[in-house]
């Protein structure tokens, strides 16, 4: 499992790179869907910026579209990836 420090830079990213107004990380759930939460109201093109935003920041590269969406589904799998790809990387 991901620490908590990883997860927390993870939350301020996905902020940051969707340009979130009025969301905090502390709103962010480590658990529940990014994509198909009404509250975020997250697309397609969400979902490819938020790759590009990972790539760029960690290094973890997200080859395809079904990698993408296994590890787009909440901050716990993306950190999740970033951490996996640190130690195989």
């Known amino acids: 499992m991901a620490d908590e420090a990883l997860k927390l830079e993870i939350k301020q990213l996905v902020i940051d ?6 969301v905090k990380a502390e709103d962010l759930s480590d658990t529940d869907p ?3 939460n009404e509250e975020l109201g997250l697309d ?3 979902a490819v910026e938020l790759v590009v935003a990972i790539q760029r ?6 080859a395809d579209q079904n990698l993408a969406r296994d590890v ?18």
């Not at 790179?17 to 009025?22: C, H, P, Q, T």
């Not at 920041?57 to 997200?62: E, L, M, Q, S, V």
Request: net charge neutral; aromatic share 8%.
């Open 17 to 22: 790179a969707l340009r979130l107004e009025d």
């Open 34 to 36: 990014l994509f198909g």
């Open 44 to 46: 397609s093109v969400d």
């Open 57 to 62: 920041r960690y290094g973890a590269r997200i």
């Open 72 to 89: 787009l589904s909440s901050i716990e799998t993306i950190a999740a990836f970033v951490a996996a790809s640190r130690t195989n990387g």
